[in-house]
């Protein structure tokens, strides 16, 4: 069976340091790969999506960036944090060549001081 | 593009009372639709979906949901809930040509009281 991973688990950074939150996909091959994330209150905004190793597509502009340096693996990272990334952030995946339905991590919470 | 509108934020509702859940979507494509359910500080679970054929969709745990094209909504029922029915809700739809990632409606807090 597939299972999706993702780490830490919860996170309290200082505004303008670093971010590498990981995702990573067991029991499946060339997966979609997708980051959200859930502000306080709001619904889920989509971030990235990937389709293949090194292929990345943002759909929100924004102070942060993906990565996929494996077939199974999606990081989700930034330079410097803004008070306004904080969040639930959730990571996704679903088979590749016409699937539908998502599954999902059990997420990051991320709190930027 | 899609849109997806859940006019409820909160749904509080009495343990054993039927409760609607509302979902209407914006699409020029077609689209597949899902209900999410999301309990505190968890990950997102698929409780049930539309792809094709019968409009009636139900899940393992008692709700069903009904595609209406014309309404273009999706909303989400059960006869009669539980405590542990208490989570948000998510409603979203992907379409169903490119990338099928999920553009989510806002969600629904649904509240069950002893």
């Known amino acids: 069976s597939q299972t999706i991973h993702q780490w830490p688990a919860t996170l309290v950074q200082p505004v303008g340091s670093p971010l590498s939150l990981e995702c990573t996909v067991e029991?499946?091959?060339?997966?979609?790969l997708y980051w959200y994330r859930q502000a306080a209150g709001r619904g889920l905004q989509l971030l990235f999506y990937s389709v293949g190793i090194g292929q990345i597509s943002s759909e929100v502009p924004q102070n942060l960036s993906a990565s996929r340096p494996q077939d199974r693996q999606f990081i989700l990272s930034s330079k410097k944090l803004l008070l306004s990334d904080s969040g639930f952030y959730l990571c996704?995946?679903?088979?590749?060549?016409?699937?539908?339905?998502?599954?999902f991590g059990p997420g990051t919470r991320l709190t930027v001081l | 593009a899609q849109s997806v509108t859940q006019l409820d934020s909160q749904v509080p509702v009495f343990e054993e009372a039927p409760v609607e859940l509302r979902c209407n979507y914006s699409?020029?494509?077609?689209?597949?639709l899902f209900w999410y359910v999301q309990y505190p500080n968890q990950g997102l679970q698929l409780l049930l979906k539309?792809?094709?054929?019968?409009?009636l969709v139900e899940s393992i745990n008692g709700f069903e949901a009904e595609f209406n094209k014309s309404q273009t909504s999706f909303h989400l029922r059960k006869p009669s809930v539980h405590i542990s029915d208490t989570a948000e809700y998510f409603c979203a739809v992907s379409d169903v040509t490119g990338r099928r990632a999920l553009t989510f409606g806002s969600g629904t807090r649904l509240q069950v009281q002893p």
């Open positions: 539309y792809l094709s054929g019968s409009t």
């Open positions: 699409s020029s494509v077609s689209v597949y």
């Open positions: 996704a995946w679903n088979r590749g060549g016409g699937a539908d339905t998502q599954y």
């Open positions: 029991g499946t091959s060339n997966p979609n």
